[in-house]
């Protein structure tokens, strides 16, 4: 994948420059985002048959996040609309996409603690 696909999917300046550069940074990123989500993934599955109250904190904790990123939809769509992101209607279609799949982890993870929290009590 080079800089201008990196760009497109919305990585910072820094990132982009080091992969056109060929450097670790952009991949040390990746790698850490990558860690991250199986993180979730790996605690998400830990809660099904763990009832440790941090688990369930961390989980509640990157469902705000999740939900909080895919909210800025609403302040995406705006700025696309006005230009702002150069006019690119590809571009405004992924960040829109985007917003929408992380949103609706966000909305999941919160529909599964509660729906568990229920199930505990």
Not at 64 to 87: C, D, K, W
Not at 103 to 113: E, M, N, Q, R, V
Request: some cysteine; overall charge positive.
């Amino acid at each position: 994948m080079g800089p201008e696909a990196v760009r497109f999917l919305g990585a910072p300046q820094e990132v982009v420059q080091s992969v056109a550069d060929k450097t670790f940074y952009g991949l040390t990123i990746t790698l850490v985002i990558a860690a991250l989500l199986a993180g979730l993934a790996f605690m998400a599955h830990k809660a099904k048959t763990s009832f440790k109250r941090a688990i369930r904190i961390i989980l509640w904790v990157f469902a705000f996040i999740f939900t909080a990123r895919g909210l800025l939809i609403f302040l995406f769509v705006p700025a696309n609309m006005e230009g702002r992101n150069g006019g690119d209607a590809m571009l405004f279609c992924f960040h829109v996409g985007a917003s929408l799949f992380v949103l609706s982890i966000g909305i999941a993870l919160i529909f599964a603690l509660m729906k568990s929290r229920k199930a505990l009590s």
